[in-house]
């Protein structure tokens, strides 16, 4: 039975009655991000989020911090926008694995599993410039598959971010099709990234034709940005 978090994954058709103002996916200065938690929170409530997610990056080697970048999350003084934990973690082989510790999951909401960079078959990265853009798809393709059949993750994010953003690949319907097929038989949800996908409006309308299991998250990394997502939604829900 697949267990779906309804605070944080939507089916995609029912964005058409209601849209939930929420943002899943946040960086803050703790990792990459500019801002600081209060900063981003603090935007968060001017805009009247009812929930936003802090996803901070963590690896094997972030024991170290992320329990008190948990504690700070915890002791926001919160009004009426809710906030939680979690976190973006890689997908580091072929078998779906994502690299996350053990401390950090039993205290996360939700976990992201993402493609940044990509791995050969003995699991070692491959640099941007030996790679081919024939195989950047279907190796980002499988990746994303792998992490959906095997992996502890909730939510894919940035699905086919690499292939568009730095190779500028587009995945074919089918393509996009088969991995909305395999997240709903799962239940691990794909994202609709505001930052990764300039090609957002099909993105968004073919996950609502296709009542895609779905997150929403804009990837801030400034305060500027948060809300993003939500508002691309809006603009689009009002198009059609
Ligand atoms: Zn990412
Ligand atoms: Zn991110």
């Known amino acids: ?86 976190s973006e973690v890689r997908i580091f082989n072929l078998d779906g694995e994502i690299e996350i510790l053990d401390s950090v999951n039993s205290i996360c909401e939700i976990i992201l599993a993402s493609v940044h960079r990509f791995p050969d078959a003995n699991g070692n990265v491959i640099e941007f410039s030996d790679m081919s853009a024939g195989n950047v798809l279907n190796l980002e393709f499988s990746l994303m598959k792998s992490a959906i059949k095997n992996s502890q993750a909730d939510i894919i994010a940035h699905p086919f971010g690499m292939s568009l953003e730095r190779f500028n690949l587009h995945p074919t319907p089918d393509m996009w099709i088969e991995l909305v097929e395999l997240s709903k038989k799962h239940g691990v949800a794909l994202e609709i990234n505001s930052k990764y996908h300039k090609n ?3 993105i968004l309308g073919l996950f609502i034709q296709e009542n895609a299991l779905i997150s929403i998250g804009s990837d801030v990394h400034e305060v500027d940005r948060v809300g993003h997502c939500i ?8 198009e059609i």
Do not use: C
Not at 231 to 238: A, C, M, Q, T, Y
């Open 1 to 86: 039975m697949v267990n779906i978090n309804h605070k944080f994954v939507f089916q995609a058709s029912s964005l058409l009655k209601e849209l939930p103002k929420i943002d899943s996916h946040i960086h803050t200065n703790w990792t990459d991000g500019k801002d600081s938690i209060g900063e981003i929170y603090e935007k968060a409530q001017q805009l009247m989020l009812e929930r936003i997610v802090f996803t901070e990056h963590t690896s094997r080697t972030s024991e170290s911090w992320f329990n008190k970048f948990a504690d700070h999350v915890n002791k926001l003084a919160t009004t009426n926008t809710k906030v939680h934990l979690g």
């Open 200 to 202: 957002f409006d099909f």
């Open 231 to 238: 508002d691309k939604i809006e603009r689009f829900l009002s």
